[in-house]
C-alpha cells in the first residue's frame, strides 16, 4: 500500500459532504480565531504578506461564508481561506464525509463468501491465466487476494491474511468488470470507494492509493523495469545490487513505522555498502515522518559534521498542553524530565511567542569515521517529496559525496509539527502547525521547495531515472 506522510495529506477541505445544514460565518470565525491564536506560521505569513492583504482576504471570505449553507460549500469557503498562509502542514476537513461514490459503494451489491473448496479449485487454475488478465493471485500487504472475473464484476477473494479478522473466502474487492469503479474493504470491513484503477505492466494493479501486485500467474519483467515499478510503489525500504560497483536503496517513507526496517536493512547490507564506490538513494514521493526514521543511513554518506536548524515552538494554551501532558508520561527519563520541564515553563511564559527546546540555533551531528566507500552517492527527488524527506536532503547536501538528482521538491518544511482541533459543533477539524524553524523568513522551502543539483526533464521518462543516475554517477 503506498501511504503519504501526515505532511502532504493535509490539504483535505472536506468538500465531500452533500446536504448537511451548516452556519457558515460561525465556522469561518472559529476559525479565524483558532488559527490566529496557534499556529505557528500565521505571524510569518501576515509579516511577508501585509495586514491590507490579510483584511482583503478575510472581508472576500466573510461575505463567501454568509452565502455559504451546507458543508459542502463552506469547506471549499474555509480551505480558500486558509491556503492563504500555506500549502501544506495544514488543512481543514468536515467530519463524518460521504461522497456520490460512496454513496454508491453502500448500495452495491455484497457477493456472499465462497467455501474454501471453491476458493482452492480457482486458485488451481490461476496459473493457466494469461498474463495480460486482471485475474490471478495478488498481494497488498498481509492479504493474499485471488481476483476472479464473477458475472458483471471483479471480486477479490481473501486467500491468506493476516489480519484475523479476515478469513479466507470472504470478499475483499469488487471491481466493475469495465474496471471504471469498485470498491475495497478495508481491515475493519468499511468501505471505501474506488474511482482510479490503474492496471500497469501486467503485474501492478493500482486502486486509488492502494497497489496490489500479482503473483499468479508470474510476470517477469526485464530487470531495470522491475526495479522501476518496485521502487515506484514500494511501501517499505528495500536495498537492490544493481551491479558489482553499485546499491540501490529505496526509502518511500520516513515514518517511525520504518525505523526498524530501515535499521535492520542497513545491518543486512552494510558489508554491500561499504564495498560498493555507487550509492543511489531514492526518495520520491517521500512525504516525510521523522529525521529518526533514517538515522542509520547517516554514516555511510558522512563526511563532515552535519548541521541542522533548530525549530521554535508556538506557545498557547492549546499547543502547550501537548508538552505538560508529556511531564505525565511515567516513560519520559529522569535525564529528559528536567528538560521538558524547564520548557514548559519558559512557554507558559511567553503566550503568544516562540520557545525553544534546546538553546542555539543548530544541532550538530559527528560520527567517528569516513568511510571510503561509497565514493559517490546519488540522491533521487521529486515533486512529492516533503517535510522529513527535505529534511534528509539538507543532511546529506552537507557530504561532498551527495550529488541530488531529480525534480523540485514539495516545500513543506518551514512550518511543521501538526496538530489538530475540532470546531464546538464538530462538524469540522483544523489541522495546523505548532512550530518552526528558526531560519524560516532567511531560508525558504515551503511552497517553493528545494531544487536538485541535476534536474531531470519530461525527456527522460520515470522509469528510466535510475539507468540515467547511474550513468551520472559513473562518469
Known sequence: ?????????????????????????????????????NDAGYVYTLEKKGKQSYELLNHLIAEKAEKSNDVNTCATVLSEWLHYFRENHIGIYATETVSPSEQSAESARVLPTVTEKQLHQWEAAMSKQPISSVEGIWTIGGYTILMKAVKDQIVGYILKSENPDWKPGEVKIQLAVKMDSGVYYLGDHSRQAINQIRFEVNKYLTLNDLTLEKQVPQVILEPTKELSYKAKYADSPFAYQIDDATVYIKLPSFELQHK??????????????LQSPYLVIDIRDNGGGSDRTYASILPFIYTNPIYRNLVEFYSSDINNKTWTDLLNNPDLSEEERPIFEDFVKRLEANKGGFEKIFEGTTSVIQFENVHPNPQKVALLINENTASAGEQFIFDLEQSWKVKTFGRQTKGAFDVGNVSTIASPDTQFVLVYSTSRY??????????????????IGDEISEDLWITYVISKLKE
Open 260 to 273: 526498524e526496517k530501515l535499521e535492520a536493512l542497513v545491518a543486512e547490507w552494510e558489508k554491500r555498502i
Open 438 to 455: 528558526v531560519t524560516i523568513g532567511k531560508i525558504t522551502v515551503d511552497d517553493v521547495g528545494i531544487v536538485p543539483d541535476f534536474y
Open 1 to 37: 500500500m503506498k501511504r503519504t506522510g501526515l505532511a502532504l495529506l493535509l490539504t483535505l477541505s472536506g468538500y465531500f459532504i452533500f446536504g448537511q445544514h451548516c452556519e457558515c460565518s460561525e465556522q469561518f470565525k472559529w476559525l479565524k480565531k483558532t488559527f490566529e491564536e
